[in-house]
């Protein structure tokens, strides 16, 4: 297993918040597993009864006690259910996908590759990009001459592998510029200048921008 050149994250300037967050939803999430197990257990506990009062109804019963019958009777065996199955979705869904509301970028250099993580709640790490050497054809400052002339470029792409709209003290904001066989790419980093140089030891030279001011 290689080892980090050089490491680096751009963090949530909202991270305490944002955390807060996703633990509100995270709890939100598993209160409603609870109330799904809870009506689970009460159409359990109850299904006997509500099926013999449709299936043994009172004789002397009016014609209205029986509508009203069949609404409870129908709310129980098809309502509940639907309710259950809604209830337990939604937690689901709350209690995975919780960890996206606070979310921060994990740059490394290792050998002769950039590779980019996205970080959810500083928990769960998810690779997203692996980038070679070879495969950078520029660099430079965001928002530079250089920069905007490539955004001009038909069919590219701009991903932004950064939380924050203002880089945090010591940082800037730098592009990144691929051709890759599949697409043009442009990624935003938000990182020290210290990077670039690292990038500078794996790829071409002539990658960084001729008007980059440091």
Not at 63 to 80: C, H, K, Q, T
Not at 92 to 101: M, N
Not at 110 to 130: A, H, P, Q
């Amino acid at each position: 297993m290689q080892e980090s050149l050089y490491e680096e994250s751009a963090i949530n300037g909202n991270n305490h918040r944002n955390a807060q967050k996703c633990k509100i939803v995270k709890i939100l999430g598993y209160f409603f597993w609870v109330v799904t197990l809870l009506l689970l257990f009460f159409f359990i506990l109850k299904s006997n009864k509500f099926f013999n009062l449709k299936n043994n109804p009172d004789l002397s019963a009016t014609e209205s006690d029986r509508v009203v019958l069949d609404i409870i009777y129908n709310a129980f065996f098809y309502g509940l259910p639907i309710v259950m199955l809604f209830l337990g979705a939604l937690g689901t869904v709350l209690v995975v996908f919780s960890g996206r509301f606070n979310v921060s970028y994990d740059y490394a250099i290792v050998g002769d590759e950039l590779r980019i993580s996205k970080v959810f709640n500083e928990t769960k790490r998810k690779l997203v990009y692996v980038i070679g050497g070879k495969e950078v054809l520029q660099m430079g400052h965001f928002q530079s001459d250089t920069y905007n002339r490539l955004l001009r470029s038909p069919d590219i792409r701009v991903k932004r592998m950064t939380p924050n709209k203002e880089a945090a003290n010591g940082k800037e904001f730098f592009y990144i510029y691929l051709n890759r066989s599949t697409e043009k790419l442009m990624l935003v980093l938000e990182c020290k200048e210290k990077l670039l140089g690292y990038m500078l030891r794996i790829t071409d030279r002539t990658a960084l921008e001729t008007d980059y001011n440091s």
